[in-house]
Each structure stands twice: as structure tokens, then as C-alpha cells.
């Protein structure tokens, strides 16, 4: 071999070796034949481009070219020209499966699911840094700097595992790095002939002293300099305090979550935007809802619970995830004396509102909802999975409202062990003057339940606090501290310094992030809007569970277990959640059409008043002008909807004819199927897919239903997908059979197929199908040619007059 061929060799085993590091990140982690197959190709090409040989820039090109050929045809293979030459459509889509799988890096914790865009991502990047290398090590003959994408590969690896990327992978990507430094070193002293090794220590026959052996001493020696650097590389950061973690760790660290169904997923924290949403100078509705509830006052909407606190945010952990089961699981917590009431909602969220957690009430009981939902049990939270949000969801919740009385309350014994040692950490960097704050308010409180019911009213009534919006937004414990001393915040400062301060007096806290009730409506609906985002503590108690507390001035509602009127005495609360005396909610929750959003939110919805009529005594202008003027006005609002009358117009013709009885000949067969088919393309294009003419029927089916979403709608969505595939095979039928039989239904199957893509699209999509549709440029291409057409036969009808007047003219 070579020594090219075998520093090309080095430099692709380096690269996967580094890549080693990746493998816990994704499960399976059968991405890692892909990207060894794609670098053996792109190593091939380099090998053969160099013994061309080929200048080095050229080298460079032939090897991306290959590379880019290799991800078209395993990654966009669909988008791709004959399967994997790259178009417009493939970067497209590339950029698009880069977008899912940044977004999916930020939403699972390890290890992530082998998703495509996660998939093309470790790909992608494997690929390039070992571009790189081969380019530096081998085409460049500059090994040591190929360490550099090698040690960025391995670093991005222990980043993406919180530091703990396991003393066995980067013992790989060391080995890795030394053989490729052995293989260029072996390489160059090659190229100064035989190299003179010392004696040989064994008289063994036939040895040779000028032959060296099997192995030069120079050789020999950087291998042991190699071992001796990578021993020292490991046993010096166990040896030296503060140097356990780093680059190489256990593995072992907080936050990677737990096994489960459906993988890990990791919160993105929701306050990010909450102080903006209490900004809104207008209340956008965001959610709507019904239900059999008597009072709403408490039925807080919830989204997320944040039980992290690290001294710089309060985040919520990482942890399993699960399918929804059908009944989900009693409360943690919540014993079977305390008084409870079963009661049943039902949500519809705005279409402008994108959320991944599914707001509500606690604790949940049961949830009914369509989409990729999954559940994680700790918080008892839904959470959307693979680009799932609440965008007009549809669910219906039973909750139940939990009613402890105060001497329950008071009666709580400790919380278990685990729940206290994970609920009741604060970081070492909290101020001294908070734990100090907490037992000033609370001297006097005789258990867990006085000191929580002191320190909301401190916060909420007795602290002297001003609820205010525009204060400077802030989680970390100095936060906490100029909290306290300006006594001026809203619903953060005031959930997360309750929270904090319950936890250094060892009661288990933490943070709820959601939405307030909202406001009922005239119609009997409760609206939701941007503004009644909040957050609000939550507190453990043994017997009850988590409890709800509002220290917020001003917002949201007191708990009743906490106010002084609260009735005394132990409930003799059933086993069974009792059920709602009101009437069940209806199906869906209506709105009201008549009035404007803000009007819903303040309830001002009332008869509109007559408008009065203008006097109409005197003369009225000339007829002449009012016909114009009508005429004028149709005119102008006729021409906005010329596309979609020329669109009803040319659908009715096509789908029409696709009705119409009596016999067929093959050709009228032919064209009647192939008009039904120009309707279905066009109607993908009115709804977003735009038509590409150089596909087959068969695979312009597939990508109708693909682009078009039909496969994940359901019944409906199976129907519309099965139709247009029937209609791809009578397609084919009337091109290629000799003698092709009539198709019957063509038309409902059209009118199926509208009507998937008109479920499956959103809104603005919908009208912009109906009122503006795509597939209107025909008719301009269609008056572009035949104008064109016209101008032609025109001007060789004026030649032809020209040429026959000549001999008269000349005569003349």
C-alpha cells in the first residue's frame, strides 16, 4: 500500500473514530454506517483525483461534488432530478429537514430518536469534518492541523452531552489522531529511502541489519510518545481537584433523563416570552373554552412545572416521556380523604396560537386530544412531539378541582424523602438575606402550611409589593434579592421568590407556568387571551400533593384553603371524585361572530344599535351617473374575483365532463381522465404544492399526498390520499393501455381530494385556495400565447397583404 492510500485510510478512520463520541447522542445510532459509507466515497474520489493527478483545488471540488451527489440521493432522493442530482427543491428541502433537526436537538435530551433532520445533522457533519481532514492531512500533507476538526467533532459531541462524552470515546478520537500522525510520519520518512533501524536484537536467520525489522525505530518510538501522552491525558484530570468534569466525564450527570416510552425530551423554558405576552398592547384570544365547572375562579390553566433552580433560572428538568395513557395515573400525593370534584372541559385554541405544551387544569385526569402528543408523568404534562403544537387543537379535559380544608393542610406530615431531596434544592449562591427574609415573615407559623400561607400574604397584601409589568425580567438569585428590596415586580418575580424562599425553609416548591382562568362570556364560553399569562408557585403537601398558592397582587384568585374564612373541619371527602351538578359542556365551544375580540374579552357584546338613515328630501343626482357609477363599483369589485370565477369556471368544465354520460371512445376516455387529473394537480397548487410536470403520474401521486399532508389527517385524510392514487392508475390506464376502460367517479374522487386538502390546510391557506388561487397563472400563460398567437397570425396576415400589393404599387 501506498502511502497516500494509507494516510487516506488514516485520515478516514480518524474522522469516524472522533465520531464515536456521537453515538450515545441518537438511538439507534445506525447513522453512523451512513456517514462511514458516504466518507468512504468521498475518500475514493479524493485517492483517485490525486493519482490523476488533479490540482488541489480541483481535488477539493471533485470530493464536495461527490459528497453533495451522496447526501441528494440518501436524504432528498424524492426532490432530487433522476433521484440524486440536486435541484432547487432538494436544498429546499435540505433546509427544511435543518430547521426540524435544530429543533429536535433542542427539544429531546439524550438519547434523541434517529430522526431524518437529526439524522442528516450527524451525517452532514461527520461528512464535512472529514472532508477536512482528508483536504488537510492528505491532499495538503499537513496532518497535525487536521487535529483541529477532529477535536471541534469530539468537543461539539461532550457539549451536547452536558460534559460527560466517557473516558472510552475520547480514548477513540486520541487514537484516532496519534494513528493518522503515525501514518503521515511513516509517510514522509518513507520518502527518504530505507531508513537504518539499529541492530537487530535477536540473531535471527536471514535478518538484516540495513532491513530494520518489521517496525523503524522512529516509528516505534512515536507510538510510545502517542501511549505515553494519551495515559497522561487521562489520569492527570482524576488526579487534579476541580478537573473531574470537562471534556471527559462520567456520563453520569444530572439531566439526562430516564428510560421510557417515547424518549426523553428536554423543556424549552416558556418564561422567554411571558413578560412580552403581559406587554401585548392588545389581548389576543388564545384559547376558548367550556365547562361544567360552578366556579372558574381556580381553574388555572396549566402548561409547564419548573423545578430546577440553579441559581440562574428556574428551568424545567429533563425527563422521561410516554404515550398519553387513556386514564392517566391518580396525583402524587393526594389521599382519598381530601375532598375532590370531577369536571370536564373543552378547549379550542386560537389559530395563532403555537405552543408545545398543551395548556390544562391540574391535576388532569383524562385527556382526549388528536395529534403526537406524549405525556411525562412527573409534572403531568402534554407535550407536542415532532413539530406537534396546540395550533387549533381541539381536546377535551377531565381535571379534578382538589379541596383540602386548612387542617388537612396543617396535618401534612414530611414529604418522602425523594420528593423533598429533589424539590427543596437551592443553590450554594443564594443571598443569606433570603432564607433570613423567609423565617422573618413566617416567625410564629407552627408547620409547613402557616409558613406558605404567611409568605403569600406578605407577597400579595402585607409586603408592601407593586405588581408591575415593566420591571427588568429576572430568575437568578440576585434577581431574587433586588426583588425583595424593591418590592416591585409581576408574576415571575413573585412566583419564583415564593418558590425559592418555600424551599430554604425545607417546604418542596416550584413553578408553574400556564395561563389564569380567563373571562366567561355572555354565550357561556371562557375566553383566554395573551395578557392572562402567569406563573405561580406550587407547593408539596403529604395528603394533598401539589397546591396551588397565588402570591401575585392583583392577579388571579386566592385560593380558598388559604384564606381566614376557609370552614373548618376534616372533609369526609368520597373515595371517588364527585361529579359536577351543571350541565355537561357542548362539543364544541362556540364564538361569538358579532363582535370584535377586545369586546369578547371585556363581555360588551350587546344588540347593535340601527344606523339612521340619511335625509333623502331634495333632488337626487342624474340617473346616467348612478348607473355608471354602480357599473364602476361591480366593475371593481368583480375584478379582485376574476381568478376565483375563472377557477369555478374551469373546475366545473373539467369535473363536468368527467360526469357526463354515454359512450366513450378511447381517445374521449383519455381526455376526460386526463382533464380530472389537470383539476387534482391544480388543486394541490391552489393548496401550496406546485406542480412538476416531469413527473410521473405515479410518483406526482405520492408527492401530492407527501407535500400535501393528506397522509396524517386521518379517515379523511386516507380517503383524499387513496383517491388521488386511483386516479394516478387511471391516468396511467388511459396513457399507455392499448385499449383503456372508462374510469367511473372520477369526479367525486376530485371533489374528495378538494376536500382533504381543504382540511388539511390552515386558514389563510383556505382563502388564498378560494379567492386567489396558484393555479390562476394559467389563465395568464393562456392569454400570454394566445395573444402571442394572434400577434403572429396578424403580422403573417400583413406580410401576405404587403407581398400581393407590391406588383400594384409598382405598376402604379
Known amino acids: 500500500m501506498s502511502g497516500r492510500a494509507r494516510l487516506t485510510l488514516a485520515a478516514w478512520g480518524a474522522t469516524l473514530m472522533a465520531s464515536g463520541a456521537l453515538l450515545p447522542l441518537v438511538k439507534p445510532a445506525t447513522w453512523i454506517f451512513t456517514a462511514a459509507f458516504v466518507l468512504a466515497l468521498v475518500s475514493g474520489v479524493g485517492t483517485l483525483a490525486r493519482r490523476a493527478p488533479l490540482a488541489r483545488p ?37 433546509a427544511d429537514l435543518f430547521a426540524a433537526g435544530a429543533e429536535d436537538v433542542s427539544r429531546y435530551a439524550i438519547p434523541a430518536p434517529d430522526t431524518e433532520g437529526i439524522r442528516l445533522m450527524l451525517v452532514g457533519g461527520v461528512v464535512a469534518i472529514g472532508l477536512m481532514v482528508d483536504t488537510l492531512a492528505v491532499t495538503f500533507r499537513k496532518a497535525a492541523p487536521a487535529g483541529l476538526p477532529l477535536l471541534a467533532l469530539y468537543s461539539v459531541a461532550a457539549g451536547l452531552s452536558g460534559g460527560g462524552a466517557g473516558w472510552l470515546w475520547f480514548l477513540l478520537a486520541a487514537s484516532g489522531y496519534l494513528l493518522l500522525l503515525l501514518a503521515e510520519g511513516r509517510d514522509r520518512l518513507s520518502q527518504w529511502g530505507r531508513v537504518f533501524g539499529g541492530a537487530q536484537r535477536s540473531a535471527r536467520p536471514g535478518s538484516s541489519v540495513a532491513g530494520g525489522g518489521p517496525t523503524f525505530a522512529p516509528a516505534r518510538t512515536g507510538r510510545r510518545i502517542g501511549a505515553v501522552a494519551m495515559g497522561v491525558a487521562m489520569v492527570v484530570p482524576f488526579a487534579l481537584p476541580g478537573f473531574t468534569g470537562g471534556l471527559i466525564g462520567n456520563g453520569d450527570g444530572e439531566g439526562t433523563g430516564g428510560e421510557g416510552r417515547g424518549g426523553t425530551i428536554s423543556a424549552v423554558n416558556p418564561l422567554v416570552s411571558l413578560q412580552d405576552n403581559l406587554r401585548q398592547p392588545e389581548d389576543r384570544e388564545v384559547l376558548r373554552y367550556r365547562t361544567n365547572a360552578r366556579d372558574t375562579s381556580g381553574l388555572y390553566l396549566r402548561l409547564v412545572a419548573l423545578d430546577q433552580f440553579d441559581g440562574t433560572s428556574w428551568k424545567s428538568s429533563v425527563r422521561p416521556i410516554e404515550a398519553v395513557p387513556k386514564q392517566l395515573p391518580w396525583p402524587d400525593g393526594l389521599s382519598q380523604s381530601v375532598k375532590v370534584t370531577e369536571v370536564t372541559s373543552n378547549f379550542v385554541a386560537s389559530e395563532g396560537y403555537e405552543q408545545k405544551w398543551l395548556p390544562m387544569p391540574y391535576p388532569a385526569g383524562r385527556v382526549d386530544i388528536d395529534g403526537r402528543w406524549r405525556y411525562e408523568p412527573a409534572g403531568r404534562m402534554l407535550v407536542g412531539d415532532d413539530k406537534q403544537t396546540t395550533k387549533g387543537a381541539r381536546y377535551t379535559v377531565s381535571s379534578l378541582v382538589v379541596q383540602p380544608t386548612p387542617e388537612q393542610l396543617a396535618a401534612a406530615g414530611d414529604a418522602p424523602e425523594k420528593i423533598r431531596r429533589e424539590y427543596t434544592k437551592v443553590p450554594a449562591s443564594l443571598p443569606a438575606d433570603v432564607k433570613a427574609t423567609a423565617l422573618q415573615v413566617t416567625k410564629g407559623a407552627r408547620n409547613d402550611y402557616e409558613q406558605a400561607v404567611k409568605l403569600q400574604e406578605w407577597f400579595a397584601r402585607d409586603g408592601g409589593f407593586r405588581y408591575d409589568v415593566d420591571v427588568e425580567s429576572g430568575t437568578g438569585v440576585q434577581a431574587i434579592s433586588r426583588f425583595l428590596k424593591d418590592k416591585e415586580g409581576f ?30 362570556q355572555t354565550d357561556g364560553s371562557v375566553s383566554v387571551g395573551i395578557r392572562d399569562a402567569h406563573a405561580w408557585p406550587e407547593l408539596y403537601f403529604d395528603g394533598v400533593g401539589w397546591t396551588r398558592f397565588e402570591p401575585t397582587p392583583s392577579r388571579g384568585s386566592t385560593p380558598s384553603y388559604t384564606q381566614d374564612n376557609t370552614p373548618s373541619g376534616t372533609a369526609t371527602g368520597p373515595a371517588r371524585p364527585e361529579q359536577s351538578a351543571s350541565a355537561q359542556p357542548s362539543a364544541v365551544p362556540s364564538a361569538s361572530e358579532s363582535c370584535t375580540p377586545q369586546e369578547r374579552r371585556l363581555g360588551d357584546c350587546g344588540p347593535e344599535e340601527a344606523v339612521a338613515g340619511a335625509d333623502t328630501s331634495g333632488g337626487g343626482p342624474d340617473p346616467l351617473t348612478v348607473v355608471l357609477i354602480v357599473v364602476g363599483v361591480l366593475a371593481v369589485l368583480t375584478l379582485p374575483l376574476l381568478p376565483l370565477l375563472w377557477r369555478t369556471r374551469v373546475r366545473a368544465r373539467r369535473l363536468g365532463a368527467a360526469g357526463a354520460g354515454g359512450a366513450r371512445g378511447p381517445e374521449e376516455t383519455a381526455a376526460r381522465t386526463l382533464a380530472v387529473w389537470q383539476e387534482i394537480i391544480d388543486t394541490a397548487w391552489d393548496y401550496g404544492v406546485e406542480p412538476d410536470e416531469s413527473q410521473t403520474p405515479r410518483r406526482t401521486a405520492a408527492r401530492i399526498v407527501r407535500l400535501g399532508g393528506l397522509g396524517e389527517l386521518g379517515e379523511l385524510g386516507g380517503e383524499a390520499a387513496d383517491a388521488v392514487h386511483r386516479v394516478a392508475r387511471a391516468v396511467e390506464e388511459a396513457l399507455y393501455a392499448p385499449n383503456p376502460r372508462p374510469a367511473s367517479g372520477l369526479a367525486e374522487e376530485a371533489a374528495r381530494i378538494r376536500a382533504g386538502f381543504h382540511t388539511a390546510a390552515d386558514r389563510r391557506t383556505r382563502l388564498r385556495a378560494l379567492l386567489a388561487p396558484r393555479s390562476a397563472a394559467r389563465l395568464r400563460w393562456s392569454t400570454a400565447t394566445r395573444w402571442s398567437e394572434t400577434t403572429t397570425r396578424w403580422s403573417i396576415q400583413r406580410d401576405a397583404l404587403l407581398s400581393r400589393a407590391k406588383p400594384h404599387l409598382r405598376r402604379n
Open 58 to 94: 480541483l481535488t477539493l471540488l471533485a470530493q464536495l461534488a461527490v459528497a453533495l451527489l451522496a447526501l441528494t440521493a440518501i436524504f432528498a432522493r424524492e426532490q432530487a432530478i433522476l433521484w440524486f442530482l440536486p435541484g432547487p427543491q432538494v436544498f429546499t428541502h435540505a
Open 491 to 520: 408574576c415571575v418575580h413573585f412566583s419564583f421568590s415564593m418558590a425559592a424562599m418555600a424551599r430554604s425553609l425545607g417546604i418542596p416548591a416550584r413553578v408553574a407556568v400556564g395561563f389564569t382562568p380567563g373571562t366567561t
